[in-house]
């Protein structure tokens, strides 16, 4: 290598991505908890016939039925008469994996739909128009059949024959499903047994993994009935990935024939990527699949979302209507723990238009409000509940059946599985999936009209008490308390709390919207006696139901009956931009009279808290310099009392890149002590005070996540920056935390180096494995230019370091490619749609430093594991020599002559003499027709046998040596005492056949061996 200085960048190298890889793994082999809870049921899974004449005889389909009783299940067939969901499993899945989807779908058949409170919340990005009159069923009139397809779990990620093959028996299994219940129908009228129930006329599809590509590409299928399929609902499922640059050894090769370093080829693969990235970021970022493994697979995965981005296209006559006009796809994303397929890949842009779907985040579906690994998304109850609610919501109480219109399918997806979080922070930041709400009005004088419109009121089935005027608290300050259920009403001038920039209003409790807080907002009083004419109550608004429901931690136990405990977590918040309050005058803040049981304790302290605040009076922005330095000096920032209740956090760099560990710790509320035994009693008496601080994080590609309780917790988004596809938008987080304004916090801000580390690992992985590809092809080819031209040929090692180092008079060559494509790039294209080109710099140099990292650990563990091999193989050799000598036995003598004889026929030394013909012979077939992977295995597996017999040759020949010159040492025989260290160390292969015997050895023979070596 190149001297100290190459030995020593190298070893810096080398320890940088061993760091990387050790605190990576250690990290993702540790269990995440991830807070789901079991679904239990009692699984049936009835065979359904398939003829003969079927391609795929091998598969099979099932009918699942829940329940411990024994059925009849020709007769339980016979019967069907519910509404059909085909699951189609994925990579390796089996068809049992539909059992918590069957049997929760069951259970929530029987129970009924969920509180009509739990719809308020929810938004939707559908004009009023569309679906005025229409509303979540309030009854389910028809249940669940669930079926399932039996793959024989075949890894279909690896092949695009195998999912063609799944494909078709999907659609086959979609017209049996669909006859079966023709047929069912007829045996129930020649039983003379009447039903009223419609047939159906169309399957529900519900893939998880890659199951629900499969189910995409059967919709698409041209054997596939009309209509057959209009619904279909995703798990974790990938949809699109942006391709991977195959240009990586072409420029490589041109930039190595100039005489440049793989420095150059790096430099310039970020060009060429940028150029690729810009060329296919519009129309070609959802044709291809996670990871191409073969030809086959990206072509099925093009073919099939290109199929699809035309299906929503008019044709050439525009009176007909597109082929997927009526076709709703929902896809659910795992989040942060899904290692296998993240949400970028579940992302239904540029292949579903949002009119006729969405992608949903697990960590931001309501009721959920969890990350899960890719596998638990399928028996997570929070989740698996949701889905059979949603689903059964979508059948139509009228006829029985899936709703035809697929506006109102998506409305019924986007109630039950959206949040309106997102919705109500979209002001603050770009939130993924958020548009404008249908009834804010900006300058519109008829805001109250739409607000009552869009926000209904609370059901009548609650009972308030008349609020008289001694129950009225005039609020004169800009935050309002509320420390129990006092059955009082709080009064704030909007006008006058809400001057000065602090036109926002935040409200947080832990009080049950409706049944223990309500909220209204009273118009200001007009001169004109129309105006006036019309009643208070009409002109008056409630937006309770505009208050968000968030998860909130265990809440704290009554320690003895009338005791004041810990403040409990919030559970709902309010955020009220200016606009909606814009044309009112006075808010009101009532809250429900605390119920008495009598001999039973009073519950836990109620808490609400409310205030107008100026967003930029709580915004704190941390700069990438600030976010890295944070590793060794946490960043910290002090919030005084009465500081605001909304503190905006923004990371100028994704913390789905670098995850930070927040912490927050109360330093006071309103409480002056002496000395420091009174700190511990300041410390408990803020801690019954002040409500437990709440953070959500998202981006604009991630989606929300919410930390409840947050006193120290690691915060990670699902978010991918650095890629060719990425927006403006990913380099950056938002973290709004809510804490308690009545007490002082020290928030702290350090980077987790072990979370960054396993992110790291886990985003770039591939980007990596193509670097450390390209840096071994650049090692061998500074090999062969050496032996070409009959210098010094280097170790793969020495080639690796040369590489790393950068040649003076090569910088114009490689700096100015980039140059001019930024210049050409920021000319022609919008500033916003650019990616982050200092991150994916950043990002790409760490990924080459990586690649090269684990490129020299390969290399070294490789020697080792030979060397520790063929020692092992010499020993045992020369081991069953000494054996052999003395054997006795007749059988193995004459098995031992068996074998000779068998070496000397001249088939088996023409193998012997020419493995390489035999290798080409068996990795052609490999190649062609069944999977190149396994061809290389093949050439890798005989590169290590040359080596390993390489080796032993060598090994057996130092041995020999230093055993022969022992014994002529022993005989007077003398040698230049530098020779044997010398031929040893080099390990002489090419020893010249008038030196094999020892005692003909000269100074000469011995020199031109070594030197025969590094020639």
């Excluded at 760091?19 to 793994?25: D, E, G, M």
């Excluded at 028996?169 to 047929?183: E, F, G, P, S």
Aim: aromatic share 10%; proline share 6%; net charge neutral.
């Amino acid at each position: 290598m190149g001297g100290f200085g190459g030995t020593c960048r190298v070893a810096l190298v080398l320890v940088f991505s061993a760091w990387i890889a050790l605190t990576a793994l250690n990290r993702l082999v540790r269990p995440v908890p991830n807070g789901c809870v079991m679904t239990y049921m009692y699984p049936t899974y009835i065979p359904i016939s398939t003829p003969n004449n079927v391609s795929s005889d091998r598969y099979g389909l099932f009918l699942y039925h829940e329940g411990w009783k024994h059925i009849d299940f020709d007769d339980h067939v016979r019967k069907l008469h519910g509404v059909p969901v085909l699951f189609i499993p994925g990579n390796g899945g089996s068809y049992k994996q539909v059992r918590s989807l069957a049997a929760e779908s069951f259970r929530a058949y029987q129970n009924g739909p969920l509180e009509p409170t739990f719809y308020w919340e929810a938004s939707t990005t559908l004009s009023v128009n569309e679906l005025e009159g229409f509303s979540i069923p309030s009854r389910y009139v028809r249940m669940l059949d669930w079926f399932a397809v039996d793959l024989e779990g075949e890894h279909s990620a690896m092949d695009g024959r195998i999912l063609e093959e799944h494909t078709e028996y999907v659609v086959y299994a979609i017209h049996r499903i669909l006859d079966q219940y023709t047929k069912s129908h007829l045996v129930r009228s020649k039983d003379h047994v009447q039903s009223s129930d419609n047939l159906p006329s169309s399957v529900i599809l519900v893939g998880h993994s890659m199951g629900g590509f499969v189910a995409r590409a059967a919709l698409v299928h041209p054997g596939l009935r009309k209509s057959a399929v209009e619904t279909i609902l995703t798990l974790s499922s990938p949809h699109q990935y942006s391709p991977f640059s195959l240009s990586l050894c072409v420029y490589g090769a041109r930039l190595y024939a100039l005489g440049g370093s793989c420095i150059l080829l790096f430099l310039h693969y970020i060009a060429c990527n940028w150029i690729d990235m810009c060329n296919v970021y519009n129309d070609r970022l959802s044709r291809y699949p996670p990871i191409a493994l073969q030809p086959s697979l990206g072509q099925f995965f093009s073919h099939v979302n290109e199929e699809w981005r035309n299906g929503y296209k008019t044709g050439v006559s525009r009176t007909s209507s597109p082929k997927l006009s009526n076709v709703v796809v929902v896809s659910v994303s795992g989040g942060i723990h899904d290692y296998q397929v993240r949400s970028r890949l579940a992302s239904l842009d540029g292949i579903v238009p949002s009119t006729h779907g969405f992608m949903v985040g697990s960590s931001s579906m309501k009721n959920v409000w969890l990350s899960m690994e890719h596998q638990s998304i399928l028996w997570c109850n929070q989740l698996v509940a949701q889905v059979a609610h949603t689903l059964l919501s979508m059948v139509d109480p009228l006829n029985g059946q899936p709703f035809l219109s697929s506006q109102k399918r998506v409305f019924v997806s986007a109630k039950m599985l959206q949040s309106a979080v997102p919705q109500s922070l979209s002001w603050m930041a770009p939130v993924s999936g958020v548009k404008s709400s249908n009834f804010i009005s900006s300058g519109n004088e008829d805001a109250s009209e739409l607000q009552q419109k869009g926000s209904p009121p609370c059901p009548p089935s609650v009972q308030w008490t008349s609020d008289g005027l001694e129950k009225d608290l005039h609020i004169p300050s800009n935050s309002v308390t509320v420390l129990a259920m006092d059955g009082k009403r709080r009064w704030l001038d909007i006008k006058k709390l809400g001057s000065n920039g602090r036109g926002h209003f935040v409200f947080v409790t832990n009080l049950a919207p409706c049944f223990g807080v309500r909220i209204h907002l009273w118009p200001e009083k007009h001169h004109s006696s129309k105006q006036n004419e019309v009643p208070a109550s009409k002109k008056i608004v409630e937006v309770t139901s505009k208050m968000i429901q968030i998860p909130a931690g265990p809440a704290p136990k009554q320690v003895e009956p009338g005791s004041q405990t810990e403040q409990p977590p919030p559970t709902a918040f309010l955020l009220l931009s200016p606009e909606e309050m814009r044309g009112f005058r006075f808010m009101t803040i009532s809250v429900a009279p605390r119920p008495t049981i009598s001999g039973r304790p009073p519950p836990a302290a109620s808490m609400a808290v409310g205030q107008f605040f100026n967003p930029e009076e709580g915004t704190s922005t941390l700069s990438a310099i600030r976010i890295v330095g944070s590793s060794y000096v946490p960043e910290e920032i002090f919030l005084e009392e009465d500081h605001p209740l909304a503190l905006n956090l923004s990371f100028s760099v994704s913390l789905g890149l670098l995850p930070v560990i927040l912490s927050l710790r109360t330093s006071g509320c309103g409480v002056k002590t002496t000395g420091d035994q009174m700190e511990a009693e300041k410390n408990k008496f803020c801690k019954l005070r002040c409500f437990p601080p709440i953070a959500l994080a998202w981006d604009s590609v991630s989606g929300l996540h919410i930390i409840p309780n947050i006193y120290s917790e690691t915060i990670v988004v699902d978010s991918s920056p650095a890629f060719w596809d990425s927006h403006q938008g990913t380099d950056r987080t938002t973290v709004l935390v809510l804490a308690d304004p009545h007490c002082s916090y020290k928030v702290s801000v350090r980077v987790s180096l072990s979370a960054a580390a396993s992110r790291f690992f886990l985003l770039y992985s591939s980007q990596i494995i193509g670097f450390m590809v390209a840096v071994i092809f650049f090692g061998l080819m500074r090999q062969l230019s050496a032996w070409e031209h009959d210098s010094s040929v280097p170790s793969l090692l020495s080639a690796i370091e040369s590489n790393m180092r950068l040649p003076s008079a090569f910088m114009f060559l490689c700096f100015m490619p980039v140059l001019l494509f930024l210049a050409f790039l920021f000319l022609t294209r919008d500033r916003e749609q650019n990616p982050p080109f200092g991150t994916f710099l950043s990002v790409t140099m760490m990924c080459y430093i990586v690649a090269n990292g684990f490129t020299i650990l390969l290399i070294l563990s490789s020697k080792l594991i030979l060397y520790v091999t063929a020692i092992l193989h010499v020993f045992i050799k020369r081991r069953w020599q000494s054996w052999e000598d003395g054997i006795q036995s007749t059988v193995i003598l004459q098995f031992l002559t068996f074998s000779f004889s068998f070496q000397s026929l001249k088939i088996v030394q023409m193998i012997k003499n020419n493995p390489n013909i035999i290798v080409a012979l068996a990795t052609i077939p490999l190649v062609c027709f069944i999977h190149p992977a396994i061809g290389l295995g093949v050439l890798l597996l005989s590169h290590a046998f040359h080596a390993h017999s390489t080796l032993c040759s060598d090994i057996s020949w130092k041995t020999g040596l230093e055993l022969a010159l022992s014994h002529r040492a022993d005989e007077g025989f003398t040698m230049l005492p530098w020779v044997l260290p010398l031929v040893i160390s080099e390990g002489v292969n090419d020893v010249p056949p008038t030196c094999m015997l020892i005692g003909t050895f000269s100074e000469s023979d011995l020199l031109d061996a070594h030197f025969s070596l590094v020639s």
